[in-house]
């Protein structure tokens, strides 16, 4: 059978997965976790370390506005204990961010017919691969292997591993390379 397209790329975030309750009560919780580990850890992160914004979150969605350049959290929570003059080794800052993405994944679910959706693809002969927009490469991971996801993709690539967000068209030729195909036998899906 000779079809148009040989890849189906998905996006993980309100495509394959979406959010139970809105995220604003959920930020403070994740917030709290991620410092209270770091007090635990010996390095309390200063009350006011986000300037005009409330949690972590807050404000790694204002700094990524307007580029296309990925920073992660951890690497933003580095910048900001290092601002106050600490410089806590990695386990500490992972550990951090553990806590806190241990809150936000219990917010997310897989969107009831994806499953069966990424099957039938897979039982028609597609290839299936993941470009998602992210924060913590690791988060991402988790949240794939929670939602059951894994298998059903030769490849999962989140901005947040290689330092780039959609739409710009790096990430998607880092896929691209990947499957060895050219753009137009690839569609991208959310």
Known sequence: MNRRFEVI???LGDTLMYDKDPWDP??????????????????????????????????????????????????????LMEKQGASPPDPVLFAAMEAMYAITQ???????????????????????GMISNSADDENTQELVDKGQLRPYFEFILSSAACGIRKPDAHIFQLALEHFKVPPEKTVMVG
């Open 106 to 128: 219990e917010n997310w679910y897989v969107e009831e017919d994806a499953l069966q959706t990424l099957e039938a693809l897979k039982e028609m002969g597609y290839r299936l």
């Open 9 to 11: 790329f998905f996006d």
């Open 26 to 79: 959920i930020f403070p919780r994740a917030d709290a976790a991620m410092r209270k580990s770091l007090t635990e850890a010996g390095y309390p992160l200063a009350e006011n370390a986000y300037g005009d914004f409330d949690t972590l979150f807050d404000l790694y969605y204002h700094r990524r506005t307007d580029t296309i350049k990925e920073e992660t959290t951890v690497q933003l929570l580095r910048e």
